[in-house]
């Protein structure tokens, strides 16, 4: 038996922001003194490096268990199955349910237990559980799929990515334009059919990369001390990103027994831009190849940084044939990774 993906859906929200929304915008330093710079070429900058022109933010009205209910809903639909049948809901996100207008996250009950109330799926053996895992979060999800069919402890199973960051981003922080909100969902399932999950890898280097990213004061020094947002630290992610991520994407290749040139397309958390093509680049570089054309979908030019969304999204666009110079035919083989808080980097092979 395989595991293969049997339908996917997503949630893009419809308020777009794009560079210009940023104009008056009070921007610091970690030192709390403004930035020299103009915010419109704080903006251009911004752009340059990480592709983004807009991105996208959830209405006043929802929170990510929302968005993540009708992702769901969405794969529910298309697989056309009744969601009474799932044996695993696994939600991925990192702050919960953050309501507009307040600074506290919400997560009790999990968001996984609020999707699976929301569905009204009355089966108590359809575990629902949440997986805190940074950016790779969804793509954890899949691989703890993967481990409870291959261990024979499910047969179909739910894994959505839903995160609503302009929610807990410090609008004095210049890198708060990098976030943005969105949800995705797959329902993976065991089948008889060819191809499906051909191998995985994951990781978490936590000995002096645990607080890359972390949740710190804002760079106002005027605003409470005591109220914490996602912070960075851009140039040693960036760094940790190149030296480590290709190299866990090689071992994730290599355990697959596919030939480097059978990969159609490497879909890659939609981080930044240069970053990105600079993982992919050095990944072929590993196999004294150079980066092939059209191997790496993108959508964060459009929908900016959505954390563990950013995914399942770029999957359900992908195969319902909504990128420009991007579709897959049965049988292609995709490489599917991503790094994030923790930090942490996953991968996996899969075959269509």
């Known amino acids: 038996m395989n595991i293969k993906i049997l339908s996917s859906g997503s949630y893009i929200p419809t308020k777009v922001i794009d560079n210009n929304s940023f104009e008056l915008f009070d921007f610091r330093d970690e030192h709390g ?42 794969a529910i639909k298309k697989a056309g199955i009744d969601p009474e049948t799932l ?61 409870f069919m291959k261990a024979g402890m499910a047969k179909r199973c739910l894994v959505i990515g839903a995160e609503t960051l302009s929610r807990v981003v410090d609008l004095h922080d210049r890198d708060s334009m990098i976030y943005a909100d969105g949800a995705g969902a797959t329902i993976l399932e065991l089948t008889n059919e060819e191809g499906g999950i051909l191998s995985v890898e994951s990781a978490s280097f936590t000995y002096d990369e645990a607080n890359f990213i972390h949740f710190g004061k ?43 040139t059978k990969i159609k397309k490497v879909m890659i958390h939609q981080a930044n831009e ?8 050095r990944f072929y570089e590993l196999y004294n190849m150079e980066m092939p054309k059209h191997i790496m979908p993108m959508n964060i030019q459009k929908l900016g940084n959505s954390s563990v969304a950013t995914l399942p999204t770029l999957y359900d666009m992908l195969v319902n044939k909504q990128l420009e110079s991007h579709c897959l035919e049965k049988g292609d083989v995709i490489l599917f990774a991503s790094v994030g808080a923790g930090m942490n980097i996953n991968a996996f092979t899969y075959q269509v």
Request: charged share 25%; glycine share 6%; hydrophobic share 40%.
């Open 33 to 74: 003194t403004p930035l020299k710079d103009t915010n419109a070429r704080i903006s251009y900058k911004l752009q340059q490096i990480t592709g983004i022109e807009e991105r996208r933010y959830v209405e006043d009205t929802l929170v990510s268990s929302d968005i993540a209910t009708i992702a769901a809903e969405n």
């Open 87 to 147: 044996d695993y809901i696994i939600l991925a996100h990192n702050f919960g349910d953050v309501k507009h207008g307040t600074i506290q996250s919400d997560s009790v009950p999990s968001l996984a237990s609020r999707v699976k109330h929301n569905l009204k799926i009355n089966n108590p053996s359809c575990v629902a559980f949440d997986i805190l895992f940074g950016c790779p979060g969804w793509l954890q999800g899949v691989i703890q799929a993967y481990a």
């Open 218 to 260: 804002s760079y106002n020094p005027d605003l409470d001390k005591d109220t914490k947002y996602i912070k960075m630290f851009g140039r040693k992610i960036y760094e940790f990103a190149l030296s480590n991520v290709p190299l866990a994407m090689k071992s994730c290749v290599d355990k697959s027994g596919v030939d480097i």
């Open 274 to 281: 240069k970053m990105d093509e600079a993982i992919v680049k």
